[in-house]
C-alpha cells in the first residue's frame, strides 16, 4: 500500500462529458503529480502542484484542469471528453519537489462511451 | 519524440538466472534515473534510482547501471524469482524549473519469470 489514495477506480461515462478525478496523497506528501496511461503507452506526465501552488506542466490538454486544496487532496477534471480521452490516470506524491521517488496511487480508469 | 526508449516490450526468463531489462535516453538534461515496478490493477512502485554522477546502484537483488556516455541504463535481477513477474517502467528526471523535477517515463517491459 503506497499510501496514495484514489477515488473512483473506474469511471464510465459518455462523450461530451465532465468528470473529477480525486487524490490523496501521502500522509506528510506535499507534492502531487497526474499522470496518464493510455493503451500501450507509457505515463505521460500532466500536471504538478506543491503545497497547493502549480508547479510544473506536462502535456496536459487545455480541456484538462487541476487543483491543490489546503488539505493537500488534489483533483483533475477533465471536460468535454472525448474517445481518446479513455485511459488509465494515475496520481503520485511526494515530500517535495526534489530528486525524491514518487509515490503512486492504483488509478482511475476512465472509459468514454 | 520519445526521450525514454525501452525496446523490448517483454522478456522472458528462468527462475534463478538474471534478467536485464534495457532502457535508452536521448535527452542530456536527464539527471537522476528511476525503476518502478508494476503489477496489474495497481500503481507502479518504486525500486531504485541512480544519480548521473554514479555508474552503478546497488539494493539486494536489484543493481542499476549507468553508461552516461551511451545514454543507457540497465536493471539488472539476481536471482529473478516468479514474483518478480511484472512491468518495469524507466523513468528520467530533468529540471523543469525552480526546485522542480519532472519525470518521463518509457513504455515498459513485461518481464516473466518462469518457475
Known amino acids: 500500500d503506497s499510501g496514495v489514495t484514489q477515488t473512483p477506480k473506474h469511471l464510465i461515462t459518455a462523450t461530451g462529458q465532465r468528470v473529477t478525478l480525486r487524490c490523496s496523497p501521502r500522509s506528510g506528501d506535499l507534492s502531487v503529480y497526474w499522470y496518464q496511461q493510455s493503451l500501450d503507452q507509457g505515463l505521460q506526465f500532466l500536471i504538478q502542484?506543491?503545497?497547493?501552488?502549480?508547479?510544473a506542466k506536462g502535456n496536459i490538454l487545455e480541456r484538462f484542469s487541476a487543483q491543490q486544496f489546503p488539505d493537500l487532496h488534489s483533483e483533475l477534471n477533465l471536460s468535454s471528453l472525448e474517445l481518446g480521452d479513455s485511459a488509465l490516470y494515475f496520481c503520485a506524491s511526494s515530500a517535495g519537489t526534489g530528486h525524491q521517488p514518487q509515490h503512486f496511487g492504483d488509478g482511475t480508469r476512465l472509459s468514454i462511451l | 519524440d520519445q526521450q525514454v526508449k525501452q525496446n523490448s516490450p517483454s522478456l522472458s526468463v528462468q527462475e534463478g538466472r538474471i534478467s536485464i531489462l534495457n532502457c535508452d535516453y536521448t535527452n542530456s538534461m536527464f539527471d537522476y534515473f528511476l525503476w518502478y515496478k508494476k503489477y496489474p490493477a495497481e500503481g507502479p512502485t518504486f525500486l531504485i534510482s541512480?544519480?548521473?554522477?554514479?555508474d552503478k546502484n546497488e539494493d539486494g537483488r536489484f543493481t542499476v547501471f549507468l553508461n552516461k556516455s551511451a545514454k543507457h541504463l540497465s536493471l539488472h535481477i539476481v536471482p529473478s524469482q516468479p514474483g518478480d513477474s511484472a512491468v518495469y517502467f524507466c523513468?528520467?528526471?530533468?529540471?523543469?524549473?525552480?526546485?522542480?523535477?519532472?519525470?518521463?517515463f518509457g513504455k515498459g517491459t513485461l518481464l516473466t519469470v518462469n518457475p
Open positions: 502542484y506543491y503545497n497547493g501552488e502549480e508547479r
Open positions: 523513468a528520467a528526471s530533468e529540471k523543469s524549473g525552480g526546485s522542480n523535477y519532472k519525470l518521463t
Open positions: 541512480i544519480s548521473s554522477i554514479k
